[in-house]
Protein backbone atom coordinates (compact mmCIF):
# COMPACT_ATOMS: atom_id res chain seq x y z
CA UNK A 1 0.00 0.00 0.00
CA UNK A 2 1.38 3.33 -0.53
CA UNK A 3 3.11 5.11 2.22
CA UNK A 4 3.17 2.63 4.46
CA UNK A 5 5.79 1.81 6.97
CA UNK A 6 6.92 -0.62 8.90
CA UNK A 7 5.48 0.45 12.36
CA UNK A 8 2.05 0.08 10.06
CA UNK A 9 2.43 -3.53 9.04
CA UNK A 10 3.60 -4.17 12.22
CA UNK A 11 -0.04 -3.67 13.96
CA UNK A 12 -1.46 -4.96 11.44
CA UNK A 13 0.01 -8.07 11.77
CA UNK A 14 -0.73 -8.25 15.34
CA UNK A 15 -4.37 -7.03 14.48
CA UNK A 16 -5.06 -10.32 12.49
CA UNK A 17 -2.68 -12.49 14.86
CA UNK A 18 -5.46 -11.28 17.39
CA UNK A 19 -8.27 -12.26 15.00
CA UNK A 20 -7.26 -15.20 14.00
CA UNK A 21 -6.82 -16.31 17.98
CA UNK A 22 -10.76 -15.25 18.08
CA UNK A 23 -11.44 -17.35 15.42
CA UNK A 24 -9.53 -20.47 16.17
CA UNK A 25 -11.10 -20.41 19.90
CA UNK A 26 -14.64 -20.13 18.23
CA UNK A 27 -14.10 -22.82 16.18
CA UNK A 28 -13.19 -25.34 19.00
CA UNK A 29 -16.26 -23.85 21.04
CA UNK A 30 -18.60 -24.96 18.11
CA UNK A 31 -16.69 -28.38 17.34
CA UNK A 32 -18.12 -28.81 21.29
CA UNK A 33 -21.21 -27.83 21.19
CA UNK A 34 -21.81 -29.76 17.83
CA UNK A 35 -20.95 -32.75 19.28
CA UNK A 36 -23.33 -32.34 22.26
CA UNK A 37 -25.98 -30.92 19.74
CA UNK A 38 -25.34 -34.32 17.46
CA UNK A 39 -25.83 -36.80 20.16
CA UNK A 40 -29.25 -34.76 20.53
CA UNK A 41 -30.53 -35.31 17.32
CA UNK A 42 -29.34 -38.77 16.47
CA UNK A 43 -31.53 -39.58 19.57
CA UNK A 44 -35.03 -37.18 18.80
CA UNK A 45 -34.62 -38.23 15.23
CA UNK A 46 -35.91 -42.44 15.28
CA UNK A 47 -38.64 -41.14 17.52
CA UNK A 48 -39.80 -38.40 15.44
CA UNK A 49 -39.71 -40.15 12.30
CA UNK A 50 -41.39 -43.06 13.25
CA UNK A 51 -44.47 -40.79 14.85
CA UNK A 52 -44.71 -39.17 11.57
CA UNK A 53 -44.79 -42.03 9.78
CA UNK A 54 -47.62 -43.92 12.11
CA UNK A 55 -49.93 -40.83 12.00
CA UNK A 56 -49.58 -40.30 7.92
CA UNK A 57 -50.64 -43.91 8.17
CA UNK A 58 -53.84 -42.73 10.31
CA UNK A 59 -54.58 -39.79 8.55
CA UNK A 60 -54.65 -41.74 5.66
CA UNK A 61 -57.65 -44.68 7.06
CA UNK A 62 -59.43 -42.25 8.91
CA UNK A 63 -61.96 -39.61 8.05
CA UNK A 64 -60.04 -36.32 7.53
CA UNK A 65 -63.43 -34.92 9.36
CA UNK A 66 -62.80 -36.96 12.99
CA UNK A 67 -60.23 -34.08 14.28
CA UNK A 68 -59.38 -30.78 13.41
CA UNK A 69 -56.18 -31.41 12.98
CA UNK A 70 -56.33 -33.73 10.11
CA UNK A 71 -58.86 -31.57 8.44
CA UNK A 72 -57.70 -30.55 4.79
CA UNK A 73 -58.89 -27.03 3.79
CA UNK A 74 -58.57 -24.84 0.80
CA UNK A 75 -55.04 -24.04 1.56
CA UNK A 76 -55.82 -20.31 1.51
CA UNK A 77 -54.11 -18.85 5.30
CA UNK A 78 -50.70 -20.46 5.07
CA UNK A 79 -48.53 -19.78 8.46
CA UNK A 80 -44.68 -20.49 7.35
CA UNK A 81 -42.59 -21.66 10.37
CA UNK A 82 -39.14 -20.43 9.62
CA UNK A 83 -36.49 -21.44 12.18
CA UNK A 84 -33.02 -19.12 11.96
CA UNK A 85 -30.35 -18.83 14.51
CA UNK A 86 -29.87 -15.98 17.51
CA UNK A 87 -26.19 -15.40 16.25
CA UNK A 88 -24.29 -14.92 13.08
CA UNK A 89 -20.57 -15.67 11.74
CA UNK A 90 -22.25 -19.25 10.88
CA UNK A 91 -21.55 -18.41 6.96
CA UNK A 92 -24.37 -18.53 4.80
CA UNK A 93 -26.90 -20.55 7.36
CA UNK A 94 -29.49 -17.36 7.99
CA UNK A 95 -28.65 -16.47 4.61
CA UNK A 96 -29.80 -19.65 2.71
CA UNK A 97 -33.16 -19.94 5.27
CA UNK A 98 -33.87 -16.33 4.64
CA UNK A 99 -33.77 -16.91 0.86
CA UNK A 100 -35.43 -20.15 0.82
CA UNK A 101 -38.32 -18.61 3.07
CA UNK A 102 -38.66 -15.43 0.83
CA UNK A 103 -38.70 -17.84 -2.92
CA UNK A 104 -41.79 -19.70 -1.03
CA UNK A 105 -43.96 -16.45 0.07
CA UNK A 106 -42.81 -14.87 -3.38
CA UNK A 107 -44.06 -18.35 -5.51
CA UNK A 108 -47.26 -18.48 -6.95
CA UNK A 109 -47.79 -21.96 -5.17
CA UNK A 110 -47.88 -19.43 -1.69
CA UNK A 111 -51.28 -17.27 -1.18
CA UNK A 112 -51.31 -13.68 -0.08
CA UNK A 113 -52.39 -14.17 2.52
CA UNK A 114 -49.27 -15.76 4.25
CA UNK A 115 -48.13 -15.24 8.03
CA UNK A 116 -45.13 -15.42 9.44
CA UNK A 117 -43.49 -17.22 13.14
CA UNK A 118 -40.25 -16.63 13.47
CA UNK A 119 -37.61 -18.71 15.65
CA UNK A 120 -34.50 -16.76 15.96
CA UNK A 121 -32.86 -13.38 16.02
CA UNK A 122 -32.10 -13.62 12.76
CA UNK A 123 -34.97 -14.28 10.92
CA UNK A 124 -37.00 -12.04 13.02
CA UNK A 125 -34.08 -8.92 12.28
CA UNK A 126 -34.72 -9.44 8.48
CA UNK A 127 -38.29 -9.80 8.06
CA UNK A 128 -39.18 -6.72 10.88
CA UNK A 129 -38.21 -4.75 7.95
CA UNK A 130 -40.22 -5.81 5.56
CA UNK A 131 -43.85 -5.93 4.74
CA UNK A 132 -44.85 -9.49 5.54
CA UNK A 133 -47.12 -10.25 8.61
CA UNK A 134 -45.33 -11.40 11.45
CA UNK A 135 -47.49 -13.43 13.61
CA UNK A 136 -45.00 -14.96 16.56
CA UNK A 137 -41.43 -14.34 16.97
CA UNK A 138 -39.38 -16.27 19.43
CA UNK A 139 -35.79 -15.27 20.13
CA UNK A 140 -33.09 -17.14 22.41
CA UNK A 141 -34.24 -20.60 20.72
CA UNK A 142 -31.00 -21.20 19.46
CA UNK A 143 -29.11 -20.69 22.77
CA UNK A 144 -30.43 -23.86 24.54
CA UNK A 145 -33.28 -25.92 22.71
CA UNK A 146 -35.44 -27.48 24.95
CA UNK A 147 -38.65 -29.15 24.70
CA UNK A 148 -40.70 -26.93 26.94
CA UNK A 149 -40.04 -24.22 23.87
CA UNK A 150 -41.50 -26.89 21.16
CA UNK A 151 -44.18 -27.29 23.61
CA UNK A 152 -45.14 -22.95 23.53
CA UNK A 153 -44.75 -23.02 20.52
CA UNK A 154 -46.71 -25.68 19.11
CA UNK A 155 -49.85 -25.21 21.46
CA UNK A 156 -49.68 -21.37 19.66
CA UNK A 157 -50.04 -22.99 15.85
CA UNK A 158 -52.49 -25.98 17.26
CA UNK A 159 -54.49 -23.21 18.58
CA UNK A 160 -55.03 -21.38 15.26
CA UNK A 161 -55.52 -24.50 13.31
CA UNK A 162 -58.31 -25.97 15.64
CA UNK A 163 -60.09 -22.10 15.25
CA UNK A 164 -60.29 -22.56 11.97
CA UNK A 165 -57.33 -19.60 11.44
CA UNK A 166 -54.69 -21.35 9.41
CA UNK A 167 -55.40 -24.00 6.42
CA UNK A 168 -51.44 -24.87 6.29
CA UNK A 169 -48.35 -25.03 8.40
CA UNK A 170 -45.26 -25.05 6.35
CA UNK A 171 -41.95 -25.22 8.16
CA UNK A 172 -38.56 -24.01 7.09
CA UNK A 173 -35.17 -25.08 8.94
CA UNK A 174 -31.94 -26.57 7.98
CA UNK A 175 -31.39 -30.05 8.38
CA UNK A 176 -27.89 -31.42 9.45
CA UNK A 177 -26.27 -33.62 7.29
CA UNK A 178 -22.86 -33.17 8.15
CA UNK A 179 -20.22 -30.48 9.73
CA UNK A 180 -19.71 -29.45 5.94
CA UNK A 181 -23.75 -29.86 4.87
CA UNK A 182 -26.79 -28.73 5.57
CA UNK A 183 -29.83 -29.58 3.70
CA UNK A 184 -32.85 -27.17 3.32
CA UNK A 185 -36.41 -28.32 4.17
CA UNK A 186 -39.44 -26.72 4.05
CA UNK A 187 -41.78 -29.59 4.68
CA UNK A 188 -45.53 -29.56 5.71
CA UNK A 189 -46.56 -30.13 9.66
CA UNK A 190 -50.47 -29.56 9.57
CA UNK A 191 -52.47 -31.06 8.01
CA UNK A 192 -51.00 -34.20 8.46
CA UNK A 193 -50.24 -35.42 5.05
CA UNK A 194 -52.29 -38.60 3.76
CA UNK A 195 -50.33 -41.47 2.14
CA UNK A 196 -51.68 -42.50 -1.41
CA UNK A 197 -52.34 -46.06 -2.46
CA UNK A 198 -49.60 -47.68 -5.10
CA UNK A 199 -51.91 -50.11 -7.76
CA UNK A 200 -54.28 -52.01 -6.04
CA UNK A 201 -53.22 -51.17 -2.65
CA UNK A 202 -56.37 -50.58 -0.32
CA UNK A 203 -55.63 -49.16 3.14
CA UNK A 204 -57.34 -50.79 5.85
CA UNK A 205 -58.62 -49.19 9.42
CA UNK A 206 -57.36 -49.95 12.82
CA UNK A 207 -59.06 -51.13 15.97
CA UNK A 208 -58.76 -48.43 18.43
CA UNK A 209 -58.98 -49.59 22.18
CA UNK A 210 -59.81 -45.70 22.96
CA UNK A 211 -62.13 -43.81 21.22
CA UNK A 212 -60.65 -42.59 18.10
CA UNK A 213 -61.28 -38.40 19.04
CA UNK A 214 -59.38 -39.35 22.49
CA UNK A 215 -56.42 -40.57 20.69
CA UNK A 216 -56.15 -37.98 18.34
CA UNK A 217 -56.46 -35.39 20.94
CA UNK A 218 -53.64 -36.63 22.75
CA UNK A 219 -51.40 -38.10 20.39
CA UNK A 220 -52.16 -35.41 17.34
CA UNK A 221 -50.92 -32.47 19.50
CA UNK A 222 -47.66 -33.73 20.81
CA UNK A 223 -46.80 -34.67 16.74
CA UNK A 224 -46.90 -31.03 16.28
CA UNK A 225 -44.51 -30.50 19.42
CA UNK A 226 -42.00 -33.19 18.53
CA UNK A 227 -41.78 -32.07 14.84
CA UNK A 228 -41.28 -29.00 16.09
CA UNK A 229 -38.46 -30.23 18.48
CA UNK A 230 -37.02 -31.28 15.75
CA UNK A 231 -36.61 -29.23 13.64
CA UNK A 232 -34.98 -26.74 16.24
CA UNK A 233 -32.51 -29.37 17.26
CA UNK A 234 -31.79 -29.94 13.47
CA UNK A 235 -31.47 -26.31 13.38
CA UNK A 236 -29.12 -26.02 16.22
CA UNK A 237 -26.35 -28.68 15.19
CA UNK A 238 -26.06 -27.02 11.36
CA UNK A 239 -26.13 -23.70 12.52
CA UNK A 240 -22.49 -25.03 14.93
CA UNK A 241 -21.52 -27.15 12.10
CA UNK A 242 -21.70 -23.95 9.72
CA UNK A 243 -20.10 -21.81 12.45
CA UNK A 244 -17.43 -24.34 12.96
CA UNK A 245 -17.06 -24.60 8.89
CA UNK A 246 -17.13 -20.47 9.10
CA UNK A 247 -14.38 -20.04 11.73
CA UNK A 248 -11.97 -22.56 10.51
CA UNK A 249 -12.03 -20.74 6.46
CA UNK A 250 -11.45 -17.48 8.56
CA UNK A 251 -8.49 -19.01 10.64
CA UNK A 252 -7.20 -20.09 7.57
CA UNK A 253 -7.42 -16.94 5.64
CA UNK A 254 -5.99 -15.02 8.94
CA UNK A 255 -2.99 -17.27 8.61
CA UNK A 256 -2.75 -16.56 4.84
CA UNK A 257 -2.84 -12.54 5.75
CA UNK A 258 0.28 -12.99 7.97
CA UNK A 259 2.15 -14.64 5.90
CA UNK A 260 1.36 -12.28 3.34
CA UNK A 261 2.09 -8.92 5.36
CA UNK A 262 5.06 -10.97 7.17
CA UNK A 263 6.58 -11.10 3.81
CA UNK A 264 6.24 -7.72 2.96
CA UNK A 265 7.49 -6.41 6.33
CA UNK A 266 10.69 -8.36 5.47
CA UNK A 267 10.85 -6.98 2.12
CA UNK A 268 10.51 -3.36 3.14
CA UNK A 269 12.98 -3.64 6.41
CA UNK A 270 15.41 -5.30 3.51
CA UNK A 271 14.73 -2.66 1.46
CA UNK A 272 15.31 -0.42 4.04
CA UNK A 273 18.83 -1.77 5.17
CA UNK A 274 20.21 -1.85 1.71
CA UNK A 275 19.26 1.95 1.60
CA UNK A 276 21.43 2.51 4.63
CA UNK A 277 24.06 0.55 3.71
CA UNK A 278 24.16 2.24 0.57
CA UNK A 279 24.21 6.03 1.90
CA UNK A 280 27.13 4.50 4.16
CA UNK A 281 29.51 3.59 1.04
CA UNK A 282 28.44 6.46 -1.04
CA UNK A 283 29.54 8.64 1.97
CA UNK A 284 32.58 6.73 2.59
CA UNK A 285 33.66 6.79 -0.84
CA UNK A 286 32.67 11.06 -1.09
CA UNK A 287 35.07 11.27 2.29
CA UNK A 288 37.40 9.11 0.16
CA UNK A 289 37.78 11.52 -2.53
Known amino acids: MPGENLIDLRRRVRSVKNIRQITRAMKFVAASKLRRAQDRIFAARPYANRMLAVLNSVATRVDPACHPLLAERDNQRVMLVVVTSDKGLCGAFNAN ?62 DYYVKSELDSVQLVYNEFKSVIQQRLVIEPLLPIRRLEPKGREVFLDYIYEQPPALI ?51 Q ?22
Request: cysteine-free; hydrophobic content about 45%; proline content about 1%.
Open 97 to 158: IIRAAVRYIESDAANQRLTLALLGRKGVDWFAKRSWPIKHQYLNVSSGVSYSYAQEIARAIV
Open 216 to 266: FDRLLPKHVETQIFRAMLESEAAEHGARMTAMDSATRNAEDMIGTLTLRMN
Open 268 to 289: MRQASITKELIEIVSGAEALAE
